[in-house]
Each structure stands twice: as structure tokens, then as C-alpha cells.
């Protein structure tokens, strides 16, 4: 009966559920909308050079691809950015600079479902383009950090790691890996911390194959590189060459303008961060809970060559992904997510064919006016009505007995303490405004 379970790693989502996740967008929406981003979206399925040649190895791994009845090789999206780099890059030269663009999808990536990993996950995406200095990336990481604000987390729930693709390309230059091959080796420096040392010098040795470096030293000189945990660690780091030195001036001023938005408590210097993703190329940033196990909250970085490797213009850009998975975790743990109230405003208890058509006139009315309200489409006695609505999560019920229409009007009853009030039908509209600001005081018993 496999067809009768959902697929590993892809969730069904019950309305309680479903209302968390729709919470959690609109926090995302809102820090988005604040910082004057435009929401776009792309197509969930592409075509698969779009992610072959763009996302990297680890990805390429992960995609849910395969050919369609037109015989196209396709893939599901396991990431938004390819394809915003070719939109973007498709109409650049008309759009007023720098873009501010988010957008809020599902992503699919073939991964071994586990705590905080699943094969079909929620993201936010925020991406900066045009502007390539590091205010943008300052602006970036502002945003992940209100983004996570925005639930009611504090400073101190989660740590924003901060890293540099290019300190890291200088670095192995230095040791004689040469820039087409930095990404090689940052993809066995992403390992780092969870591989062992066989592991990752075999590794390393296939990531420098045909050069003169050493694979072990450049192992070697990577754990203390990565070691650097405060701008002064950096310092000492760059000290003597002058590309990394010039290049903390703007370290520098990205760590000063996050102090100035109030969020220095927030993000840390530390080089362990490299990515996984091939296409950056500069600052780089991941999200996590601070002192959890957890898998990262969010990941982004400056990746200024994909919109013109994508056909488009030489347009610098920076950008993160949020997750919605370890994101619902540490919210439910922090006991952050609200509780689930998705009843209606009022619930109209109809007694008697008589009353029917006098109610549902009502009942049109109000939810024309923008209440949500909900009625009995069956006959009953008004104990199982009023049983019923209160099971829907109703705060009011709207009474029409065949002597209250004769009379012209509706009783409004609050389920919490049985107290009525009556109400002229003409004036229900306003008069169910003010029971839902006022209570049930605001009509007269
Ligand atoms: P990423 O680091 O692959 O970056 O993903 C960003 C976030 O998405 C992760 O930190 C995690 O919260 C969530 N995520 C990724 N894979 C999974 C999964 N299998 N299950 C649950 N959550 C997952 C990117 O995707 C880049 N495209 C982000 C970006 C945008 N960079 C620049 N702009």
C-alpha cells in the first residue's frame, strides 16, 4: 500500500499545519516588504543545465531530474538563484539599480531525509543586484537577521557566521591553488569539521590534482585560516599582503554598518564558513541557532560572475536562502509559534426552514463585508447547533429563530459566557463590527 503514504522526505500539510507554514511566510513577507524588496517567482521545474552548470556538485547530486514526454532533459528547482540570475539578467538594462527582489517557494533536492533536511522544503529567497561594494552585503545580512527578529527571537537565539570567499581565493593562492581551482578546494574545507583526516586528504589530493601544491599543507595551512574568529584574528591573517589588507577595509565597513542597524551581537567572524554552493564569490554568511546541534537556519553570499555566465550583463549580486524546516524547529522550541485559532468571526445558527432565506441574506451580507462566517446547512435543535459552532472555533453565534426574523432582527449570543444581545438585521454589519472589537457589550441585551 505504498501509494497510500506520502514519499520520504515530502510532507502533507493538515490545516494546523498548513496555518504554521503561513505564518511563517508572513513574518518573512513583512522583514522583506520593510526593507523594500519585490516579490517574484520562479518556474518550479527548468531546464537541467540550468542547475548542472550553475549550483554546484553537492546539488547536482540532489536534483530530482528527469526527461519529459518531449524528451527535455529537466529538474525539479533544488534553488531559486540560477534561475533569478537569468531573469534578472534577461531585462537588467531596463531596470532601475540596485534590484531588491525575495521570493518564497518550494525546493526539491534528493537528500537523505533527517532532522532539519528534507527533499521538499520551503525558502525564502533575498537577493541584492547591482551594487557591488559592501553596503549591499551589509543590507543582505540585515535582512536575514530581521527575518529572524521577526518571530520574536532575540539577538542571542542564533549566530550569523560571516566568512570571505576572497580572503579564502588569496589565501590559496598563497599556497599555489589558483582561482579556477579555489572552489575545488573550499568544497574539502567545507568538510573541515566533519570529515576525517584520511577522508579529506584524499580529498584534497583530487581537488589539486596536476598542481604543484601540497595537498597536506594546504590542509594544514586551511585549519588555521579557518581558525580566525574575530576581525583582529583576521588582521593578524592578512597582515603583510596587501590584497587582504585592503581587502579588510572592506570587512571593515560591512561589520560597522551591521553595528550601526543593532545587529553586532548577532553575527560572528568565522572562516569556517566556505559554502557549498559553487557560484560564490565573496562575503558569505550562514545562519544558525546558537548552541544547537541544528543544521543551518539560512546561507547566502555575494556571487557577483552568474547573471552574465547566465547570458546577462556583468551585474554584481549578493543573497541568501532561508529554510523553513530548522527555522519551525527552534520556533516550536523557543515557544514562538502562535497558537492555531482558525475558527470564524461568527457562526449563524439557523432553527427552521423560515428563517433560512432571512439568514442567508445575512449571511452573504456579512461575508461580503469581510467577515468569515460560517452556518448550519442542516436543521437542528439549538443545542447542536450552538455544539457545532463552538467546535469550528466560533467566539459568536448569530441567532435567527422564526420569531426573531418575524421581529427583524438576529440574537448574537458569546459562546464563552452564554450572554445575548439582540440586533436590528438592518444594522448588522456595524453592530458585528463592534461585538468583535467591544465584546458582547457592545449590543444591547
Ligand atoms: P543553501 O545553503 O543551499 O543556499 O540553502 C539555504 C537554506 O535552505 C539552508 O540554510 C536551509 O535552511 C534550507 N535548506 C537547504 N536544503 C534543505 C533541505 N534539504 N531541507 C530543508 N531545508 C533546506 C541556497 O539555496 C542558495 N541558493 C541561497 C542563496 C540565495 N544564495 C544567494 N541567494
Known amino acids: 500500500m505504498s501509494e497510500a ?7 502533507e500539510f493538515y490545516p494546523e499545519d498548513r496555518a504554521v507554514i503561513g505564518h511563517i511566510f508572513d513574518v518573512w513577507r513583512q522583514a522583506c516588504r520593510r526593507h523594500g524588496f519585490r516579490e517574484w517567482e520562479p518556474p518550479v521545474l527548468e531546464p537541467l543545465e540550468l542547475f548542472t552548470e550553475k549550483s554546484g556538485e553537492e546539488i547536482v547530486r540532489q536534483l530530482f531530474n528527469f526527461e519529459d514526454k518531449g524528451g527535455r532533459k529537466v529538474s525539479l528547482r533544488p ?3 540560477p534561475s533569478l540570475a537569468r531573469m534578472v539578467g534577461a531585462k537588467a538594462n531596463g531596470m532601475p539599480k540596485p534590484i531588491r527582489w525575495f521570493a518564497i517557494g518550494e525546493n526539491y533536492r534528493y537528500e537523505k531525509p533527517q532532522k532539519g533536511r528534507l527533499r521538499a522544503f520551503y525558502q525564502l529567497n533575498a537577493d541584492l543586484l547591482g551594487e557591488a561594494g559592501p553596503a549591499a552585503d551589509a543590507e543582505i545580512i540585515a535582512l536575514c537577521a530581521e527575518c529572524l527578529l521577526g518571530f520574536g527571537l532575540k539577538q542571542s537565539d542564533f549566530r550569523i557566521r560571516l566568512s570571505d570567499r576572497t580572503l579564502w581565493f588569496r589565501f590559496l593562492a598563497r599556497l599555489g591553488v589558483p582561482e579556477d581551482r579555489a572552489g575545488l578546494a573550499l568544497a574539502v574545507v567545507d568538510k573541515l569539521e566533519r570529515g576525517s583526516p ?17 595537498p597536506s599543507a594546504v590542509l594544514q595551512g586551511s585549519r588555521e585560516f579557518a581558525a580566525a574568529r574575530s576581525f583582529d584574528d583576521l588582521a593578524r591573517l592578512a597582515s603583510g599582503d596587501t590584497a587582504m589588507e585592503a581587502r579588510l577595509a572592506e570587512w571593515k565597513q560591512l561589520l560597522d554598518a551591521l553595528a550601526a542597524m543593532g545587529l553586532g551581537e548577532c553575527v560572528a567572524v568565522d572562516l569556517t564558513i566556505v559554502r557549498g554552493l559553487a557560484y560564490y ?35 554584481p549580486a549578493v543573497g541568501f536562502g532561508m529554510g523553513d524546516v530548522t527555522l519551525r524547529d527552534l520556533l516550536e522550541l523557543r515557544g514562538l509559534m502562535p497558537a492555531y485559532a482558525d475558527g470564524p468571526d461568527f457562526y449563524a445558527l439557523i432553527l427552521g426552514d423560515d428563517a ?13 463585508a469581510g467577515f468569515r462566517v460560517e452556518y448550519n446547512l442542516r436543521d437542528g435543535k439549538f443545542g447542536k447547533l450552538a455544539q457545532a459552532a463552538e467546535a469550528a472555533g466560533a467566539k459568536y453565534g448569530v441567532i435567527y429563530g422564526g420569531e426573531e426574523v418575524a421581529r427583524g432582527v438576529a440574537k448574537i449570543r458569546s459562546f464563552a459566557d452564554r450572554r445575548e444581545g439582540e440586533v436590528p438585521r438592518s444594522d448588522l454589519v456595524p453592530a458585528l463590527r463592534a461585538v468583535l472589537e467591544e465584546g458582547i457589550d457592545a449590543v444591547s441585551p
Do not use: H, Q
Not at 5 to 11: I, K, V, W, Y
Not at 300 to 307: E, I, S, T
Not at 356 to 368: F, G, H, N, P, Q
Open 79 to 81: 534553488e531559486m538563484t
Open 5 to 11: 503514504r506520502t514519499l520520504p522526505g515530502f510532507r
Open 281 to 315: 564569490t565573496g562575503f558569505v554568511f550562514e545562519a544558525f541557532e546558537t548552541g544547537g546541534e541544528a543544521r543551518a537556519l539560512a546561507g547566502g553570499g555575494r556571487y557577483d560572475a552568474l547573471v552574465k555566465k547566465l547570458g546577462g550583463p556583468d551585474l
Open 198 to 214: 584520511a577522508e579529506l586528504l584524499t580529498a584534497m589530493t583530487a581537488a589539486l590534482a596536476g598542481l604543484d601544491a601540497d
Open 356 to 368: 433560512r432565506k432571512a439568514a442567508l441574506e445575512d449571511v452573504a451580507a456579512l461575508r461580503r
